[in-house]
T-cell receptor, first 113, second 116 residues
Framework: KAGVTQTPRYLIKTRGQQVTLSCSPI?????VSWYQQTPGQGLQFLFEYFSETQRNKGNFPGRFSGRQFSNSRSEMNVSTLELGDSALYLC????????????FGPGTRLTVT | AQSVTQLGSHVSVSEGALVLLRCNYS??????LFWYVQYPNQGLQLLLK??????LVKGINGFEAEFKKSETSFHLTKPSAHMSDAAEYFC??????????????FGAGTILRVKS
C-alpha cells in the first residue's frame, strides 16, 4: 500500500498570505490528523477529521482550519500567516474506528517570511 | 490529563552499545503508548506500540519497549546500536478515544547520536 502523501513538500509564503496544505491518507484509512512541529513547541495536535467531520481540535487560533473530503483526503488552511507559523506540518492517517496507530506522511515544511 | 516526559534531550552511545531512551507518562486512564522515530527532513515512523496484553513489546529495527505500570514508564531499548539508528525518537500516549478520537500527545523527543 502507498503511504501517506503530503503536498507540497516545501512552501515559502509571506506574512499575511494564506496557505493550503494537502494530505492523502493510506487507502482505507478514514481518520486524518494534523500536527505542527516546531523546535520550540515540539509536536502539537491541530485537529482530526473522521468521515468528513472534525472530531477534535487542538489549541490553535481560528486561522487554522481544515476539512476532509469523501475520499478521506484532507486539507488544512492557514490564513493571515504569521512568522510563528513557520513549521513542519505533519499529517497522519489511521483506520479510525478506535485507537489505532497513526501513520505519518513526510510533512510540509512551511516557511513564512 | 495525559502527558509524556522523555528524560534526556540528547543521548550519545557508541556503535554496538546498548541504547536506552527513557519515557514516563501520566495518564488518567489505561494508556496506549507509542514510540516513533524521525530522521532528518522526514516524517515520523512508528517503531512499536503498546495497547494491551504483553508488556514487553517488540518493534522494528531490533527495538523493544517494556510497559511498567507501577513505574508509569515505557522505556525504549536496543541491545546493540547501529550508526543508522541516529535520529530523533518520540514517545507518545494516546488520549481517551471516546473524548478525543485519535489524538496523540508527544514527548519533547530525544536525539540519539551513535559514535563510531
Amino acid at each position: 500500500k502507498a503511504g501517506v502523501t503530503q503536498t507540497p513538500r516545501y512552501l515559502i509564503k509571506t506574512r499575511g498570505q494564506q496557505v493550503t496544505l494537502s494530505c492523502s491518507p493510506i487507502s482505507g484509512h478514514r481518520s486524518v490528523s494534523w500536527y505542527q512541529q516546531t523546535p520550540g513547541q515540539g509536536l502539537q495536535f491541530l485537529f482530526e477529521y473522521f468521515s468528513e467531520t472534525q472530531r477534535n481540535k487542538g489549541n490553535f487560533p481560528g486561522r487554522f482550519s481544515g476539512r476532509q473530503f469523501s475520499n478521506s483526503r484532507s486539507e488544512m488552511n492557514v490564513s493571515t500567516l504569521e512568522l510563528g507559523d513557520s513549521a513542519l506540518y505533519l499529517c497522519a492517517s489511521s483506520l479510525g474506528d478506535r485507537v489505532f496507530e497513526q501513520y505519518f506522511g513526510p510533512g510540509t515544511r512551511l516557511t513564512v517570511t | 490529563a495525559q502527558s509524556v516526559t522523555q528524560l534526556g534531550s540528547h543521548v550519545s552511545v557508541s556503535e554496538g552499545a546498548l541504547v536506552l531512551l527513557r519515557c514516563n507518562y501520566s495518564s488518567s486512564v489505561p494508556p496506549y503508548l507509542f514510540w516513533y522515530v524521525q530522521y532528518p527532513n522526514q516524517g515520523l515512523q512508528l517503531l512499536l506500540k503498546y495497547t494491551t496484553g504483553a508488556t514487553l513489546v517488540k518493534g522494528i529495527n531490533g527495538f523493544e519497549a517494556e510497559f511498567k505500570k507501577s513505574e508509569t514508564s515505557f522505556h525504549l531499548t536496543k541491545p546493540s546500536a547501529h550508526m543508522s539508528d541516529a535520529a530523533e525518537y518520540f514517545c507518545a500516549v494516546s488520549l481517551p478515544y471516546r473524548e478525543y478520537g485519535n489524538k496523540l500527545v508527544f514527548g519533547a523527543g530525544t536525539i540519539l547520536r551513535v559514535k563510531s
